[in-house]
């Protein structure tokens, strides 16, 4: 069995192209304008932004609360709360107080 040799590849022929294909290769080559495409600067515009004519949306943690002024912490969180303890406990306190300054 004999393997066929393989022939050196001759230079492929370029395709053929349009003659305008080849005027715009030849116009970006040169570093000349390409008719029908705009220049656009690289920069970003200056120009003011609009003001908001609508407040900000609220986050849902932000929503609107009633306003209460108990039985919440909020703006009073640093505040001691008075608590109410049984009998039995206050009493127990009160014992423990006068055992410290004894």
């Not at 009073?76 to 406990?89: A, F, G, N, W």
Request: charged residues 30%; negative net charge.
């Amino acid at each position: 069995m004999s393997i066929p040799q393989a022939t050196p590849a001759s230079q492929p022929t370029p395709a053929p192209h349009p003659r305008e294909f080849l005027h715009i290769v030849e116009l970006i080559q040169s570093g000349k304008p390409v008719p029908g495409i705009r220049d656009i600067p690289d920069g970003v515009a200056q120009v003011p932004g609009s003001t908001p004519i609508l407040p900000k949306r609220k986050k849902p943690w932000e929503k609107e609360l009633p306003d209460t002024t108990e039985g919440t912490f909020g703006d009073r969180r640093d505040y001691y709360i008075e608590q109410e303890l049984p009998e039995d406990q206050a009493t127990r306190e009160d014992k423990g107080k006068g055992k410290e300054t004894a």
